[in-house]
């Protein structure tokens, strides 16, 4: 197997039943494998809801245990999520611009130019969580050098070593929200903590707890995928240099390839929702107050709407992916990630040859009946310049 392989570990499941349990610390999911019910299932917000009682809970594996903070617009419905996510939604839409693509281009370059010089690197520390990181910065519009904080932290805001939920962890972003929260209002300026609190709902300014509801999500939902998915895409290329050449030649196809990729690695597993009253889906019952999960990883390989979905296709023409989600809750943050990742396909393509894989540690969700490679742990490269 080559080592940027991901392997769908649902095929079976998918085919046969549609669904499986995953018993989650108490509070079981049924995750619904097909693209079909994911996409229902993520439309009708009123039985499958984001505003659960205690926040964290929609998570998977869930957050009840560490969350202090509902995560805004994210663990919202409407109408209150369409308020919010109306208000924020035009800030989350600037990395669709030359100008910020111009700096995500230098931040990649200047960091390219930083590992073509060494021996071999580590690709998930020193390369995917800086850029993560430094690219993090043009999102919030908070100065470069903040970025070495958030790199401190490593790749998960709530997830160490050791423990997937680590409340100490958890702990250290809260506080430096909080931090940034009263910086900026004592200082007011340009960058997102200031934004929001300027931000007006319902006739009131938003509250410091509202702040830190999207500050939160901004930087928790944005962490270990745009990570892994980075990673994965410099594995894929190290693997196939010869896609990084018809990319040379063709920079054209790099949307299309983006998507691709997107829907190959599907950065976040799943996603849950509580069930609001007695329901089936899938010929499965769903109880009242129980939870189900929207598997966009298994979606995203439903032999039913992709042709050789375990195949990467660069140009692929029919990609009705759901890797960023579907419906009224669709990732904020798609416009940034994008934008990083084409960015990055276009710069590789520029300065790269090839890239050599020396050694590599998967990194395996586990999700009971199913084992899944989601990205690497450790990944050991070297960058060969053109
Ligand atoms: C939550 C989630 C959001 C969660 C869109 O995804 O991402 C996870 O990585 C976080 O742990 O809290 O933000």
């Not at 663990?75 to 924020?88: G, S, V």
């Not at 009263?182 to 934004?195: G, N, Q, T, Y």
């Not at 901004?218 to 018809?246: M, Q, W």
Request: hydrophobic share 35%; net charge negative.
């Amino acid at each position: 197997m080559k080592k940027s392989e991901l392997p769908d570990p649902f095929i079976e499941a998918r085919k046969n039943k549609g669904y499986e349990h995953y018993n989650d610390q108490e509070d079981p999911v049924t995750m619904l494998l097909r693209l079909k019910d994911v996409r229902k299932t993520a439309k009708d917000w009123k039985t499958f809801k984001s505003q659960a009682e205690k926040p964290g809970r929609i998570v998977v594996p869930s957050e009840v245990n560490i969350a202090v903070t509902r995560q805004i617009p994210f663990e919202l419905d409407p109408p209150q999520h369409t308020k919010y996510r109306a208000l924020i939604e035009g800030w989350f839409k600037r990395p669709d611009n030359e100008e910020y693509r111009k700096k995500v281009e230098n931040i990649i370059a200047e960091l390219i130019d930083e590992v073509i010089k060494e021996d071999a690197i580590e690709v998930v520390s020193d390369f995917s969580l800086k850029l993560q990181s430094r690219a993090l910065t043009l999102l919030l519009d908070l100065p470069y050098q903040e970025a070495e904080t958030w790199i401190s932290w490593g790749t998960h805001v709530f997830r160490s070593e050791d423990n997937p939920l680590d409340n100490d962890k958890a702990k250290v972003l809260y506080n430096y929200i909080d931090e940034q929260i009263e910086r900026a209002e004592k200082e007011a300026s340009d960058d997102l903590f200031s934004v929001l609190l300027n931000l007006e709902v319902d006739g009131r300014k938003f509250t410091k707890e509202e702040v830190k509801g999207v500050m939160v999500l901004t930087f928790a939902g944005g962490r270990d995928t745009v990570i892994n998915a980075i990673t994965n895409a410099i594995a894929y290329f190290g693997d196939h240099p010869e896609s990084l050449e018809k990319i040379r030649q063709n920079p054209a196809m790099i949307n299309v390839a983006v998507e691709e990729l997107v829907r190959y690695f599907s950065p976040l597993t799943h996603m849950g929702r509580v069930v609001t009253k007695d329901t089936t889906v899938c010929e499965h019952a769903a109880k009242a107050d129980t939870r189900v999960s929207m598997c966009w990883a298994s979606a995203n390989r439903d032999e039913t709407t992709f042709t050789n979905p375990n195949e990467v296709d660069l140009e692929r023409k029919i990609n009705p992916h759901v890797a960023f989600g579907f419906g009224i809750h669709k990732c904020l943050g798609a416009t940034h990630a994008r934008q990083v990742l084409r960015t990055l396909l276009s710069v590789l393509s520029k300065k790269i040859k090839s890239i050599e894989l020396i050694e590599s540690e998967d990194k395996i969700e586990d999700w009971d009946k199913f084992q899944r490679k989601v990205g690497f742990e450790k990944l050991e490269a070297k960058f060969i310049s053109l």
